[in-house]
């Protein structure tokens, strides 16, 4: 799916993305009052707790004055007895992933394509009724904060590094110092928008009984994760014989020293096996669309064989990207491409990479159909990363 990035949005105030990118993302804040205009709350909060019971679903309930402590933590799932024993006050209840299971959160995803879609991460959902928070905090990715319901303050501070002190004996990373940034208090109505980008001091509570925000996150692996995952990959494509040498060595004059010759000799063997650009992109298109929840992608009850898969297209069916799942591609050349889906890769045809990792349903007019195309959307239907609709309605 592309965009045109001069076309002004009203998701964005009326900016352009190419506006926004340029000013905005990762360097400063930006209000949008009305960036959905009469929006109406994809769900309830009674929806929202019915998710946080169930198995399997990422919940937490963080309550200011807990029955063992201050700022207590707890995690999903819950039961009505947990939300019965809540005050009417002073308490959040956070979900993750709720794009994961109902589709219209997971529509507002492609409101937000503008970003490449391999970094968007999921939507969390809070509620909270009056005095609900989290504490001031940061956050180590951008997010988009959009009132789905109620209203809630949010407060700016200052970007903070990793030294930023946070409060002790507590389970969450609060900070110890916040103060409000002039300009930076505002009230969000159903509809407004706040993007936020990395290491920016935010607070925010709730100031209604209905207060429930939409969080739009984005992936961003830190370097840690990255290298270790990319040596890993790396690591498994590389020979036994290659290993460190040192043709040129002379004799020291200590035996027991590692001399600045011997770190330049292993540092060259460590970047020449790791600089692979066609390993990298191999790599971080898996590392990228690996799904947050890989056991949720589960796998139909009827296998799709490409003969009943191009019937089915015939006769005017459409086939759709299961919830959860992640695809991307890279461009191998004008016509071929490597399709990243759920953490695999599969070589094929550069305009079926586009199709599939697009937000359209994938129909016959969609891409040129042959077997070869067939074979490869069956095997996404079998793994559960593509689905037929119409037999979630059987």
Not at 197 to 218: K, W, Y
Not at 359 to 384: C, F, K, S, W
Request: charged share 25%; with cysteine; proline share 6%.
């Amino acid at each position: 799916m592309t965009y045109d990035a001069t076309a002004p949005l009203t998701l964005l105030g009326n900016r352009s993305p190419a506006e926004f990118l340029s000013e905005y993302w990762q360097k400063k804040p930006l209000l949008i009052r009305g960036a959905y205009p009469d929006f109406q709350a994809p769900l309830s909060p009674d929806e929202l707790a019915g998710l946080a019971c169930e198995d399997g679903i990422e919940a937490r309930l963080v309550e200011q004055f807990g029955p063992d402590k201050t700022w207590q933590l707890s995690h999903g799932p819950f039961d009505e007895n947990t939300f019965s024993r809540l005050g009417e006050r002073d308490w959040s209840l956070l979900v993750q992933a709720v794009d994961h299971y109902v589709p219209d959160v997971a529509e507002l995803m492609a409101d937000f394509r503008f970003i490449p879609a391999w970094r968007l991460d999921d939507i969390m959902i809070s509620y909270a009724p009056p005095g609900g928070n989290v504490g001031p905090h940061v956050d180590n990715y951008d997010v988009f904060l959009l009132q789905a319901s109620g209203t809630r303050r949010w407060q700016l501070g200052e970007f903070c590094d990793e030294n930023a002190p946070v409060i002790q004996g507590i389970d969450l990373k609060m900070l110890e110092h916040f103060e409000v940034s002039a300009g930076q208090d505002w009230v969000l109505e159903p509809g407004d928008m706040l993007y936020l980008p990395p290491r920016l001091a935010h607070h925010g509570v709730s100031e209604s009984s209905d207060c429930m925000t939409i969080s739009v996150g984005f992936r961003a692996p830190s370097a840690d994760e990255m290298i270790t995952s990319y040596a890993d990959f790396r690591g498994e494509q590389l020979s036994e014989e290659q290993r460190y040498g040192d043709a040129d060595l002379t004799a020291p004059s200590h035996s027991g020293e590692i001399d600045e010759q011997a770190l330049a000799r292993a540092r060259e063997v460590i970047l020449t096996a790791l600089d692979e650009p066609s390993t990298l992109a191999a790599w971080f298109g898996r590392y990228m669309t690996q799904a947050r929840y890989p056991d949720q992608l589960a796998e139909p009850e009827t296998t799709t064989t490409a003969d009943t898969l191009l019937k089915r297209l015939e006769q005017g069916e459409e086939i759709e990207r299961s919830l959860g799942s992640r695809f991307a591609f890279h461009g191998l050349d004008s016509t071929r491409a490597t399709l990243f889906a759920d953490g695999d890769a599969i070589e094929c045809d550069r305009t079926l990479a586009e199709a599939v990792a697009s937000t359209n349903p994938l129909t016959q007019d969609l891409v040129p159909m042959d077997h070869g195309t067939a074979e490869l959307l069956a095997a996404l239907i079998n793994r559960g990363s593509l689905h037929w609709p119409d037999d979630d309605d059987a």
